[in-house]
């Protein structure tokens, strides 16, 4: 099962949106609408986001956003703050119970 | 409050096993799956496995396959995943974390493992 690709890195400043991507294949992403979405500060447990590809847990702000086309998810952070920069990684059920995380995107707040 | 809290670090040789708990409070532990992921130093989440805790039933990825095993003791809300034949390579933090609706919502603080010589 190989990882699904996202953007090494994003960036953008204060107040602006971004999106990042995360592709996967028809076996994960592509044939099922459980991918979720977790955001990780340095030296801390993931946190999770977004779930069933666009739902927010409660707690979460409304900045954030998941939707998906076809084999790729993506997320959309939109009024960017300092505090959003940190790791970002999706991950997708992959059928049999398994599931496949992401490859990580860095976000910077410029 | 949901909770999982997990065993402390660990020192081990290659060759050894480990064996990382993670218990669970605030909710029926039977009716949530658990979730095994690692991360190495500064790479990448990895999934590893999971348990259903209510009927024991084991699922694990394909790259652990045979040096990864997952139970659950259900009188003490405790999920437990060891890992054997280590090496160097398996250095990194190990989190468990609960499934609910396909996702990961709960997350322990993780247990680091450390295989040295």
């Known amino acids: 099962q190989s990882a699904l690709t996202q953007p090494a890195s994003v960036s953008g400043s204060p107040g602006q949106s971004i999106t990042i991507s995360c592709t996967g294949t028809s076996s994960d992403v592509g044939s099922y609408d459980l991918v979720s979405w977790y955001q990780q500060h340095p030296g801390k447990a993931p946190k999770l986001m977004i779930y069933e590809g666009s739902k927010r847990p409660s707690g979460v702000s409304n900045r954030f956003s998941g939707s998906k086309s076809g084999n790729t998810a993506s997320l959309t952070i939109s009024g960017l703050q300092a505090e959003d920069e940190a790791d970002y990684y999706c991950c997708s059920y992959a059928g049999s119970s398994t599931y496949v995380f992401g490859t990580g995107t860095k976000v910077t707040v410029l | 409050q949901v909770q999982l809290v997990q065993s402390g670090a660990e020192v081990k040789e290659p060759g050894a096993s480990v064996k990382v708990s993670c218990k669970a409070s605030?909710?029926?532990?039977?009716?949530?799956?658990i979730h095994w992921v690692r991360q190495a130093p500064g790479q990448r989440l990895e999934w590893m496995g999971r348990?259903?805790?209510?009927?024991?039933?084991?699922k694990y990825s394909q790259r652990f396959q045979g040096r990864v095993t997952i139970t659950r003791d259900t009188s003490a809300s405790t999920a437990y995943m060891e890992l054997s034949s280590l090496r160097s390579e398996d250095t990194a933090v190990y989190y468990c974390a609960r499934e609910n609706v396909g996702a990961s919502d709960i997350w322990g603080q993780g247990t680091m493992v450390t295989v040295s010589s």
């Open positions: 348990i259903n805790a209510g009927n024991g039933n084991t």
């Open positions: 605030g909710y029926t532990f039977t009716s949530y799956a």
